[in-house]
């Protein structure tokens, strides 16, 4: 059995498999997010994802951008555990840590033929939806498991 952590790429490397798979006919889609103590209601989520289309492409928040979105104690795993820990999925075939505010500049590079967000998303708030749809792509959202997140947990460990 390979080691996982192949998945794991830089941009480049992301857009080349992502070339491939167009010739291949794969249909590919992209969903990102923080991912910090991975639990039920992100497995859930990826999963049916990945059900959407024939590869999924995972964008990783770096410690930096998780700190400015979720506060200074957060993350709690660092941002190559948590691409390993994805990585490691049999149903996440790329992960790609991103740096920057939003995952604005991977869809652009990548154009995905699926972009998914959460339920706790609409449509029109989902970065990069309208360049997804101008390229012939689609966006859509998953219901996401009620009471399961990484907040609720911690306080649940504080507790």
Not at 32 to 41: K, Q, R, S
Not at 122 to 136: M, R
Request: glycine share 6%; hydrophobic share 40%.
């Amino acid at each position: 059995m390979q080691e996982s952590s192949h998945k794991i790429c830089t941009l480049a490397e992301a857009k080349t498999r992502r070339a491939t798979w167009k010739q291949e006919n794969e249909t590919v889609v992209f969903t990102n997010g923080c991912f910090d103590i991975l639990h039920l209601g992100h497995v859930d989520y990826l999963e049916k994802a990945r059900l959407c289309g024939s590869k999924m492409i995972v964008g990783v928040n770096t410690d930096a951008s998780v700190r400015q979105l979720k506060g200074p104690t957060r993350p709690v795993n660092s941002e190559y555990a948590r691409a390993r820990i994805l990585a490691a999925l049999g149903f996440v075939d790329l992960v790609i840590i991103f740096d920057e505010e939003t995952p604005l500049n991977l869809i652009n590079e990548l154009l995905p033929d699926v972009l998914i967000k959460g339920d706790d998303y609409s449509i029109e708030t989902i970065v990069g939806a309208k360049e997804v749809i101008a390229n012939g792509g689609k966006v859509t959202t998953i219901p996401l498991v009620p009471t399961y997140s990484t907040t609720n947990l911690i306080q649940k460990l504080k507790n």
